[in-house]
């Protein structure tokens, strides 16, 4: 069972300490048990540095567990076409874009790298509220240089293709 844990650092301020340096088995309890004595028997750093995974154990039922940390330079806002916002939602983008990669000749590695990689760009662009239309238009580029089908399926759904026709003229113009 893996449980996501996320802290946000915000730079310059007395709170960005205090999460710093916090004992990482303060806030921890068992998913099995409840028990709040849980211990790390392992930590590493994911590949893109941007994750840690940590293995946990817990001293009350012996329960291991799974948490992962990422830092989250800011929470973004998605302003949506009608109006509406609501917060940025990575697990919902790697959906989309695992549906677009599924069965394709890419590595699971490469691709969490790609999301997190995806994710870092929207963040730094200094913006706390981003239009759908910049998150799709992002992963719309970033798919083109990976996947050409991937890129396509993305598309289809993101420019909400109606027929056979809209996908005919976005691969002549794809291929320009």
Known sequence: MNFF?????????AYTNSILSYDVNFFMKCPFCAAADTSVKDSR??????????????????????????????????????????????????????TALRKRPVDSNHIERFISALIRQLETRGEAEITTQTIGNTVLEALSSIDPVAYIRFASVYKDFGSVEDFVHFIHEMEK
Do not use: W, Y
């Open 5 to 13: 844990t996320e802290f946000a650092i915000h730079s310059g301020d």
């Open 45 to 98: 750093v994911s590949d893109d540095e941007t994750n840690i995974k940590r293995r946990r154990v817990c001293a009350g039922c012996g329960g291991r567990f799974t948490t992962f940390e990422r830092i989250e330079l800011r929470q973004l806002m998605v302003l949506k076409r009608d109006g509406g916002k609501e917060p940025f939602d990575r697990e919902k983008m790697t959906r989309s874009i695992m």
